[in-house]
């Protein structure tokens, strides 16, 4: 029973997870362009350094889009956020 109720719980987070994914990514978008620099990804998340920025630039051009950012997140690759996280609560 435990399981299942697990798998119902994931199912129905997803969504409100997205959302957050999104919203974060889009206070962090402080130029507005849809996409976050290395800097503007920076400001939410202090700890990051340049190989994680890259680790999470799938496609290599030097931005993070919102499905790598989306996938960062979910692989927990981006690691605690700063002060974005709490802004947003």
Do not use: W
């Amino acid at each position: 029973m435990k399981p299942i109720l697990t798998a119902m719980f994931v199912l129905l987070a997803a969504p409100a997870l997205a959302q957050t994914a999104a919203q974060e990514m889009e206070a962090l978008d402080t130029d507005g362009d849809g996409v976050l620099s290395f800097f503007e990804l920076e400001m939410g998340y202090p700890d990051l350094d340049a190989a994680t920025f890259d680790r999470i630039d799938l496609n290599g051009d030097g931005l993070i889009d919102p499905s790598e950012f989306e996938a960062a997140r979910e692989q927990d690759v981006l690691g605690t956020p700063g002060e974005t996280e709490a802004a947003l609560r």
